[in-house]
Nanobody
């Protein structure tokens, strides 16, 4: 069973930055789609950004221009660079891989607060 392990979350002040990483526990031959979702308290899980092999990333409108998703296919790793963070970005962030099977990370709490 492949597991996705996230790292890089934490507490940051408004305007600050965080970088999330998500790595698979073992080699995956074909990852069609990699991405990040988030879920704030009392809200549904929502897409933050996704990236497929050979295509441009897709971002939620709320994070465009502030967040950047990237992937390292050789390392089966996806990253999310989050800049100019706002309190409304506070959520649990989940990484997501689609290999034909959907895989989810365990979630990492990101809190933006002064």
């Amino acid at each position: 069973q492949v597991q996705l392990v996230e790292s890089g979350g934490g507490l940051v002040q408004p305007g600050g930055s965080l970088r999330l990483s998500c790595a698979a526990s073992r080699c995956i031959l074909s990852i069609v789609l990699m991405g990040w979702y988030r879920q704030a308290p009392g809200k549904q899980r929502e897409l933050v950004a996704v990236i497929s092999r050979g295509s441009s990333p897709v971002y939620a409108d709320s994070v465009k221009g502030r967040f950047t998703i990237s992937r390292d296919n050789a390392k089966n790793t996806v990253y999310l660079q989050m800049n100019s963070l706002r309190p409304e970005d506070t959520a649990v962030y989940y990484c997501y891989y689609n290999t034909g099977i959907e895989l989810w990370g365990q979630g990492t709490q990101d809190t933006v607060s002064s």
